[in-house]
C-alpha cells in the first residue's frame, strides 16, 4: 500500500478484555516496529520483527502483551486482559531494510481506551 | 537500558526566532534520526546522521552529530508556524536495531 495502515483507529474496550490491533505495513518492507505512545511523550519500544521473525519483544510490558506477523507483512499486536493502564496510541512502523541505518515510516495509530 | 535524554521538553517562540533541541545519551550511538511530528499526526522521519562530527542541512534546519557520537543538536533558523510540531531524535546503538525514541521537544510558534 501507499503508507503504513493500522486498524482499527479508535478502540474503547472494557477492562478484562482481549484486543488485537493490526498493522500492515509498507508493501516490501522487512522490518516492522510495534511503539506505544502516550500524551506527550515520545514514542516507547515495543517489539521488532526481521520478516517474520521477532528479533526483539524486550519492550512489551509483561505477559499480556504478544506479537506475531506470521507471514512476514501484517502484525498484530494482542493485548490480553486489558487494564486502564494500558490506554494510550499504538504505533506501527515499517522500514525497508534489516539494517539500521534507514527510516522508519509510521502509520496512523491505533487510540485504545479501557473503561 | 539505553536511553536518550531530548531537552528542552517545550519552547515557545515568536515567529522568526531561531530554535535549538538537544539530544543526549550516556553510551554511544551507532546512528541518530530526527522525526517531526504534527499535533495530531504520526512521526515522520526528517534526516539521518551517522558518522562522527556530522552536519546535515535541510533548508532552516541543520542537524548535528557529535564528536563523541553521544550527543546531537537540531536548529532552525527563523521559525516560521509551520514549524510547529513536537521534535524527536532516535537512535539505535551498536547492533542493535532497536530505535529508541526522546521524550521530545514540543515547539510553538507565535505568529
Known amino acids: 500500500g501507499a503508507g503504513v495502515s493500522q486498524s482499527p483507529r479508535y478502540k474503547v474496550t472494557k477492562r478484562g478484555q482481549d484486543v488485537a490491533l493490526r498493522c500492515d505495513p509498507i508493501?516490501?518492507?522487512?522490518?516492522l516496529y510495534w511503539y506505544r505512545q502516550a500524551l506527550g511523550q515520545g514514542p516507547e519500544f515495543l517489539t521488532y520483527?526481521?520478516?517474520?521473525?521477532?528479533?526483539?519483544k524486550s519492550g512489551l510490558p509483561n505477559d499480556r502483551f504478544s506479537a506475531e506477523r506470521p507471514e512476514g507483512s501484517i502484525s498484530t499486536l494482542t493485548i490480553q486482559r486489558t487494564e486502564q493502564r494500558d490506554s494510550a496510541m499504538y504505533r506501527c512502523?515499517?522500514?525497508?531494510?534489516?539494517?539500521?541505518?534507514?527510516?522508519?515510516?509510521f502509520g496512523q495509530g491505533t487510540r485504545l481506551t479501557v473503561v | 537500558g539505553q536511553q536518550v535524554m531530548q531537552i528542552p521538553q517545550y519552547q515557545h517562540v515568536q515567529e522568526g526566532e531561531d530554535f535549538t533541541t538537544y539530544c543526549n545519551s550516556s553510551?554511544?550511538?551507532?546512528?541518530i534520526q530526527w522525526y517531526k511530528q504534527r499535533p495530531g499526526g504520526h512521526p515522520v522521519f526528517l534526516i539521518q546522521?551517522?558518522?562522527?562530527?556530522e552536519v546535515k542541512k535541510q533548508k532552516r534546519l541543520t542537524f548535528q552529530f557529535g564528536e563523541a557520537k553521544k550527543n546531537s543538536s537540531l536548529h532552525i533558523t527563523a521559525t516560521q508556524t509551520t514549524d510547529v510540531g513536537t521534535y524527536f531524535c532516535?537512535?539505535?546503538?551498536?547492533?542493535?536495531?532497536?530505535?529508541?525514541f526522546g521524550s521530545g521537544t514540543r515547539l510553538e510558534v507565535r505568529p
Open positions: 512502523a515499517s522500514s525497508r531494510s534489516t539494517g539500521q541505518n534507514t527510516e522508519a515510516f
Open positions: 508493501s516490501g518492507h522487512v522490518s
Open positions: 520483527f526481521n520478516y517474520e521473525a521477532q528479533q526483539d
Open positions: 553510551t554511544t550511538l551507532s546512528n
Open positions: 546522521l551517522v558518522k562522527s562530527g
Open positions: 532516535a537512535a539505535s546503538r551498536d547492533s542493535s536495531y532497536k530505535l529508541i
